[in-house]
């Protein structure tokens, strides 16, 4: 199974961003699946950001992100994307897609990982 993140860079402070992660592999089901987005920030543990259900109903946020940021899936296209809105200094980090096949969740209890995607926050 392979998660491939993309979309990240340099962001000014207050605009906006999307990232995307594409998910293949030749036995995985991508809807089977509720896919995550976490992040790294230097010097700083792993945290959750969003996650959302399998069919895209459901959709939990941390409460950083709330109202500013929105996750979504395309089934059809095996993609999850995050859409990053009013970004601030503190997202700056690597932000990483998962796969977690018991649902979503904000543990970091995921099945699969992508290799991440860096967005720099200019002030």
């Known amino acids: 199974v392979q998660l491939q993140a993309s979309g990240g860079g340099l962001v000014q402070a207050g605009g906006s961003l999307r990232l995307s992660c594409v998910a293949s592999g030749r036995t995985f089901t991508f809807s089977h699946y509720a896919m995550g987005w976490f992040r790294r920030a230097p010097g700083k543990e792993r945290e959750f950001v969003a996650a959302?259900?399998?069919?895209?109903?459901?959709?939990v946020y941390a409460d950083s992100v709330k109202g500013r940021f929105a996750i979504s899936r395309d089934n059809a296209k095996n993609t999850v994307s995050l859409q990053m809105n009013r970004v601030k200094p503190e997202d700056a980090a690597v932000y990483y897609c998962?796969?977690?096949?018991?649902?979503?969740?904000?543990?970091?209890?995921?099945?699969?990982w992508g290799q991440g995607t860096q967005v720099t926050v200019s002030s």
């Open positions: 998962a796969a977690r096949r018991a649902g979503l969740s904000p543990a970091d209890d995921y099945d699969y």
């Open positions: 959302v259900s399998y069919a895209g109903i459901t959709t």
